[in-house]
């Protein structure tokens, strides 16, 4: 499930995941916070590919209300940002961390290392 508020860049790794067999949920931005976790209860991802910045709230914001949710213990979460918070990340629940701009090959492979649990 992406997690984007960019409409572009969410059609682009709809498109790019699709392509490597994955699938992605269709996802309308929303703006509230109880709005993305009822999304994200709803379909019940594997993982979440989660940006920091979003238009009216911060993904590190979000990332420790979906960790302390019960009914989303499974889901992998895979931050993203233009700038390297990955140790905020991580240190808030993150499974974890992309820098951008990111090539789609690294991606893939951060996405298949968490799903196979091998992230390192």
């Known amino acids: 499930m992406l997690i984007e508020d960019d ?19 269709n996802f309308t931005f929303r703006e509230t916070v109880n709005d ?7 379909e ?6 989660l940006d920091v910045r ?7 914001d979000l990332l420790p209300l979906i960790r ?14 233009g700038m390297d918070v990955s140790h905020d990340c991580l240190e808030r629940g993150a499974d974890g961390f992309i820098l951008k701009p990111y090539m789609p090959e690294e991606l893939i492979g951060k996405i298949n290392q968490l799903l ?5």
Do not use: F, W
């Open 7 to 25: 409409e572009t860049m969410c059609s682009l790794l709809h498109i790019l995941l699709q392509i490597e067999g994955y699938q992605v949920a």
């Open 36 to 42: 993305i976790l009822v999304d994200i209860h709803q």
């Open 44 to 49: 019940q991802p594997d993982l979440l590919l």
């Open 54 to 60: 979003l238009r009216q709230l911060s993904g590190l």
């Open 68 to 81: 302390s949710d019960p009914g989303l213990q499974n889901c992998q979460v895979l931050m993203c940002s």
């Open 116 to 120: 196979k649990g091998s992230y390192s």
